[in-house]
């Protein structure tokens, strides 16, 4: 039978739609990884059983409220008004009332557990994004070497610069650089440049290398700080990231303990438990409404103060997700920001192209690592539905009613 959607819900997703164009659908101009490659299927299901969903309610109530019309007119009717035909009539009607609240209190519990449903596709795919940063962050292929780029002595040209310089500062004046200086870039440059002044080369070895020596001096004195500030402001996201963590396993722990479900989400994840967790949520909402048993096995009269309580814990759920799903997009947007911080920093380096020549292979990967961390967090990881009121109308069940 053809089904039509309620209006309500056409504004849903239209408005769901307008976040991404129709042009946005074609394989070809997608990206590998984005918020509209990943969160678009879900959009599509949540619209298929929203739908699905409304169409039931339909179906089961049309026929009542059609005969609830026809009863209240007949009561209009100047002929049925005799004793017995009229409370006949309003019998029938009394019932009809009464089955059309049963109807809508289980379509309402209904609709909160798919919205519960709903909020745990959420959770599980916002545990997957948290994942994927935390490995990235994890891996800090980046802060590996960002100590090794801004110390001069880990260059080979400086490195046989300055033994020639120490070399000459020690026969002429007995002195030794403390080892001190190995360890503080300025120091070693500093001592470097008065070797240089002091102590000096020949002027064949300055030919050849002094202009090395300077852009690898002046590289790593201007980069140090500004590698500091991203190796610590990258660790400072780690943590929070592990934070985020540790609150969505602990989000979903809560909500999963409203249905008695009492895995873990690390748990549930790697033995891809999910089914189990849906079916006690399908068992929990079917007793309230008098489909199964507690044993699961027979139909019982619907339980209103079950049902009642069912629906608060669920929306109880439901209004926790919502909460974490706002502080993903913070962090996202935090994260974005502290990124678009680092690659400003590695892209104003003001000597880059006349020292290109000294600059480490780590330089230039650090800046792509960046540069495509700063993409993800542009496109893979932000997830621009969770803000605004879409998804609060979903949740909420003020927009397919």
Request: with cysteine.
């Amino acid at each position: 039978m053809k089904t039509t959607v309620t209006p309500k819900l056409v504004c849903f997703v239209l408005a769901l739609r307008m976040l991404f164009p129709a042009s946005g659908y074609a394989a070809n101009t997608l990206p590998t990884d984005s918020s509209t490659n990943w969160i678009m299927p879900w959009i599509r299901d949540a619209d298929t059983d929203f739908s699905a969903l409304e169409a039931e309610y339909r179906d089961h109530t049309m026929p009542l409220y059609q005969r609830l019309t026809e009863l209240n007119q007949a009561l209009k009717d100047p002929c049925t008004r005799n004793a017995e035909t009229g409370f006949s009539l309003l019998w029938e009607r009394m019932q009809l009332q009464d089955a059309l609240k049963l109807e809508e209190d289980e379509h309402d519990l209904k609709k909160i557990k798919l919205r519960y449903r709903k909020g745990v596709e959420i959770v599980k795919m916002l545990y997957e994004k948290i994942l994927s940063m935390d490995h990235h962050f994890s891996s800090l292929k980046a802060q590996q070497e960002m100590q090794k780029i801004s110390n001069p002595h880990n260059y080979p040209e400086f490195k046989d610069a300055r033994a020639i310089i120490e070399d000459k500062m020690k026969k002429k004046f007995n002195f030794t650089a403390p080892a001190l200086f190995q360890a503080n870039p300025y120091l070693s440059a500093a001592f470097s440049i008065v070797g240089l002044v002091v102590g000096g080369m020949e002027d064949k070895d300055k030919k050849a290398d002094v202009e090395k020596i300077a852009c690898i001096m002046d590289f790593t004195v201007r980069i140090h700080n500004d590698m500091n500030v991203i190796f610590y402001e990258t660790g400072y996201l780690r943590d929070a990231n592990m934070t985020l963590k540790r609150d969505c396993e602990a989000l979903f722990s809560e909500c999963a303990r409203q249905v008695g479900y009492t895995i873990p989400l690390e748990n549930c994840r790697n033995s891809d438990d999910w089914e189990r967790l849906y079916a006690l949520l399908d068992q929990l909402v079917g007793k309230s409404i008098g489909e199964v048993s507690a044993a699961g096995n027979a139909a019982t009269p619907p339980d209103p103060r079950l049902q009642s309580r069912t629906q608060t814990n669920l929306q109880f759920a439901i209004d926790r997700i919502l909460q974490f799903t706002n502080r993903y997009s913070d962090f996202v947007n935090q994260g974005n920001e502290y990124y678009k911080k680092f690659s400003k920093i590695t892209g104003d380096y003001e000597n880059e192209k006349s020292c290109s020549e000294i600059l480490p292979d780590q330089f230039k990967q650090i800046k792509a690592d960046i540069d495509q961390t700063l993409d993800k967090f542009n496109s893979a990881y932000r997830m621009p539905e969770v803000q605004g009121s879409k998804l609060k109308d979903m949740l909420y069940g003020g927009s397919e009613n």
